[in-house]
């Protein structure tokens, strides 16, 4: 199916991020558009973002997690993490995990 999902791994514990808020923002004319946002599941995941109309553009993740980590009562060095990526092909899902730990993330176009 078609569309946009994501997950979060906390590295550092090796554990889902659950109840991290995300927003997904399409850029139009230079400029972004909130689409949805939700907050990650018990197991991290952001299953499918409710998109009315999925176009080739650009798309943002906005990660909030400096609530996140404040509830782990750690001190972590990004409030949030904004992933910018390509849609080229309609047809496909992307699927965009985060990889974070306190002082440091990573990402990837996963399956």
Known sequence: MAGISTHILNASLGQPACQVLVKLRQEINHQYILLDQQFT???????????????????????????YFQT?????????????????????????????????????RGS
């Open 41 to 67: 599941d018990a197991d991290g995941r952001i299953p499918v973002f409710k998109i009315e109309s999925f176009i080739q553009a650009n798309y943002q993740l906005i990660f909030e997690v400096a609530d």
């Open 72 to 108: 782990l009562h750690v001190d972590s060095f990004y409030p949030r993490v904004c992933i910018d990526f390509k849609v080229a092909d309609i047809q496909q899902h992307y699927h965009v995990p985060l990889l974070i730990s306190p002082f440091s993330y990573s990402t990837y």
